[in-house]
């Protein structure tokens, strides 16, 4: 980024941490004013655009946060720690029974399992408690204004306005994430307008507050992707001495028969079953640590977040929730 543009942002936040209606702002306010004129091109409503416009001023902690370096990396032992605890499996099966209801007829409708609806939504809020606090109509304008992703971030600023225009949320209810990811399944906004759904049939599709709407909606996002409801994510497997790195990763895929040819088994040593379902081999830590075959759900699952460590990490908590 420029370093001019860079000292142009800082004054525009300094400015507007004290209040004080500076050029820099005004700045701000310039670009606001272009972009509202952009959506009201698109069909937005005046109303919707006051509701979610008006008063708006970027936020300094979101360009932090957009910023920020991690500090560390987490080996994957410690992430899966840190992500599937064994309380999270024991609140996740409790999840499971409250809803089981609810979940058998979501699964029947998209054709998925009812513990992947449930480890999705551990991993993404611990099932509905922690979805952010950021209102996202101001969290989507400072990163669409800010220089770094600023064409991504317009388009989500889009389709949050149009979600509002829609009669799904009301802008002061809008509450995701400072990246503007939303609700109990954290959808980005794109997302939303793309595959939730209003399952309970009320007229909204309400990813916030209702489970039915947050269920059928993750549920509608992985089947559109091509989930397979009668297969599971993949296992934990055992390579043999000497196994060719180069097979690694998701540009080699064979059946499952094959990768026994080879010498891969379960942890134990026992063969693998025989199964001709298609599937590639993970090593999350690439030369060390455990490996996995990964079938045509793992790639669904990387569809929603693109880490493995995370495709493993629901993969697994699905399973423990399940009994596993």
């Keep these: 980024m420029p370093v001019q543009h860079i000292l142009r942002l800082a004054t525009v936040f300094a400015f507007v941490a004290i209040g004080a209606p500076a050029a820099a702002e005004q700045d701000f306010g310039a670009w606001l004013l272009e972009l509202r004129a952009e959506a009201s091109s698109k069909g937005i409503s005046e109303a919707t655009l006051d509701a979610a416009l008006n008063g708006v001023v970027p936020i300094p902690r979101v360009v932090e946060l ?4 991690p500090e560390f990396t987490l080996t994957f032992d410690e992430y899966m720690q840190r992500v599937v605890p064994e309380s999270r499996v024991q609140k996740g099966r409790e999840k499971l029974a409250e809803n089981r209801e609810l979940l058998d007829e979501v699964s029947r409708k998209y054709g998925v399992q009812p513990q992947f609806i449930v480890a999705f939504w551990g991993v993404e809020t611990d099932f509905g408690r922690v979805t952010g606090g950021f209102k996202v109509i101001p969290a989507l304008a400072t990163l669409a ?4 992703r600023s064409t991504f971030f317009r388009k989500e600023l889009f389709h949050a306005l149009s979600i509002i225009d829609g009669g799904h949320i009301k802008a002061d209810d809008m509450l995701g994430s400072w990246a503007g990811a939303m609700g109990q399944p954290q959808f980005m906004p794109s997302s939303f307008t793309g595959y939730a759904v209003d399952y309970d049939g009320d007229g909204r599709k309400d990813i916030w507050t ?11 996002y992985l089947s559109r992707y091509g989930w397979r409801g009668d297969e599971r994510w993949g296992r934990e497997v055992k390579l043999p001495q000497g196994f060719d790195v180069s097979l690694l990763g998701d540009k080699t895929q064979k059946p499952v028969t094959e990768w026994s040819a080879l010498g891969v088994t379960l942890p134990d040593g026992d063969v693998l079953p025989n199964s001709d379902i298609e599937a590639f081999v993970v090593m999350p830590e690439k030369d060390k640590g455990p490996a996995f075959l990964a079938y045509k759900n793992y790639s669904v699952i990387l569809k929603w977040n693109r880490s493995h460590y995370y495709a493993l990490a629901v993969g697994r908590l699905a399973d423990r929730i399940a009994g596993g």
């Design 210 to 220: 209702t489970k039915a709407d947050v269920f059928g909606s993750a549920a509608n």
């Design 66 to 69: 957009d910023r920020k370096q």
């Design 145 to 148: 204004h800010d220089g770094r």
